[in-house]
């Protein structure tokens, strides 16, 4: 075990205190440039934490990016939602205008053609609801077929999104030790500028005179009961004399004699007391 | 172009109204062609079952004309109404195809008629909900279902 110094002001004793003041103003710079880093770092972490929940639906409205908070990731990442939301709108309208999915209208399609071409058991009444039926589908097909490409992107956008929110979370979890390390480092620092504040604060507000030892006319006016000044007070409380008063002042006390328990002496009234043990 | 059978919605893409038009003609001119010969063979039919009718229907009347039956004349009336049952049955059913295939020419004469007008550009009603939803409209399920929808909200 190492022997611990006497003081924790030791390694401030062989320096000047403009030294001392130097290094106080030092680890105050220290101090004021981890906090706003600290401040920083949080308003980073509220925006990570808003772009994920952006991302994932739990907000509906994007953070806010401010320009000194400026992250390309966070920007990526917002942009990708911006654009999945719109393709899944434009999928959304285009389900809701069509209602029939594609492999059913594929399937339809086949199908009224076929009995169109082959089927002799039809109506002209069904031929035409048919006929009327198989172009319909047959422009719905195409529709499908050209928004292919928009669907598609639907799914890649959503698999890029996803990367790149893993990718602003693995960051949000990297934040969170800088913000604990740089929080450390604070506390550090906080704790040196104490330090020095206090040996500063020792060493400028200490009296350069020392307190006269009292007099015994102090004594006296003590004994009798008078009022003390406090420079009078802090003189007897420096050099001694408040304790040889209160010895002197009052007597020695014996100690106090312990009263025995009184015991009841029971005697019979009447008779004899007869032995407990006839035996004997 | 493929089969009918065999062709792909893809392969659909490329149909046309008047190849369509024409497919069915097409085929509604292959069954129009046997029809006159199931005509003839249903009206033959059916005259031989309205004949046959007719003389059970006479015979069960004479026998049940006969004013002093003899032991065995009620089981000869059962037979005869048996037989008269029988071929009455037979004429009905086919008077009825008689009938179908009647109703089947009538329809395949408009139908080739309907057609053939089709065929010489006069669809445009037919296409009616291709050409709404070409222009971004809805399509006829989507406005069933929101009608519907709206049934049902009542």
Not at chain 2, 74 to 103: G, I, M, P, Q
């Amino acid at each position: 075990m190492t022997k611990r110094s006497s003081s924790v002001f030791d390694d401030l004793a062989p320096l000047e205190t403009t030294e001392v003041e130097a290094m106080y103003e030092q680890v105050i710079g220290r101090l004021s440039e981890a906090e706003e880093t600290l401040v920083g770092l949080h308003v980073q972490k509220k925006l990570h934490s808003e772009t994920i929940k952006f991302a994932v639906n739990k907000l509906t409205t994007a953070p806010e990016v401010k320009h000194d908070a400026l992250d390309e990731l966070v920007q990526l990442a917002i942009q990708q939602k911006k654009a999945f939301d719109a393709a899944i709108q434009i999928r959304d309208e285009l389900v809701q205008r069509l209602v029939v999915p594609r492999h059913r209208v594929a399937n339809t399609l086949t199908d009224f053609y076929t009995k169109l071409t082959t089927d002799d058991g039809l109506s002209l009444a069904q031929e035409m609801e048919m006929f009327a039926r198989f172009f319909e589908l047959q422009t719905m097909l195409s529709i499908y077929n050209e928004h292919q490409a928009m669907l598609s992107d639907v799914n890649r956008t959503r698999l890029n999104l996803l990367e790149t929110i893993k990718s602003v979370n693995k960051n949000d979890r990297r934040l969170a030790q800088q913000i604990t390390q740089t929080r450390e480092a604070a506390k550090g620092l906080r704790n040196e500028a104490g330090r020095l504040r206090a040996y500063l604060k020792k060493h400028q507000a200490g009296p350069d005179q020392p307190l006269p030892p009292p007099t015994p006319e102090m004594n006296e006016r003590l004994l009798s009961g008078q009022a003390l000044s406090m420079e009078e007070f802090a003189a007897m409380l420096e050099h001694g004399g408040l304790t040889d008063v209160t010895q002197a002042a009052t007597p020695p006390t014996s100690p106090k004699e312990k009263r025995e328990p009184s015991m009841r002496k029971a005697a019979p009234r009447r008779g004899k007391r007869r032995p407990s043990n006839p035996r004997r | 172009m493929n089969h009918p059978e065999t062709m792909q919605a893809k392969d659909l893409l490329t149909v046309t109204p008047e190849a369509l038009v024409a497919s069915i003609l097409k085929r509604r001119a292959a069954a129009a062609s046997s029809l006159p010969t199931t005509l003839e063979q249903r009206t033959e039919e059916n005259n031989r079952a309205y004949q046959l009718a007719n003389d059970a229907r006479t015979s069960l009347k004479q026998l049940e004309a006969v004013e002093n039956p003899d032991e065995g004349h009620h089981s000869v009336l059962e037979k005869a109404r048996n037989v008269y049952d029988e071929h009455e049955t037979f004429r009905r059913r086919t008077d009825s195809r008689l009938k179908k295939v009647k109703h089947a020419i009538k329809d395949s004469e408009e139908a080739i008629q309907f057609w053939s007008e089709m065929g010489e550009g006069g669809w445009g009603h037919l296409l009616e909900d291709a050409e709404r939803l070409n222009e971004g409209g809805e399509s006829s399920y989507a406005k069933l279902k929101q009608r519907r929808n709206e049934e049902d909200g009542q």
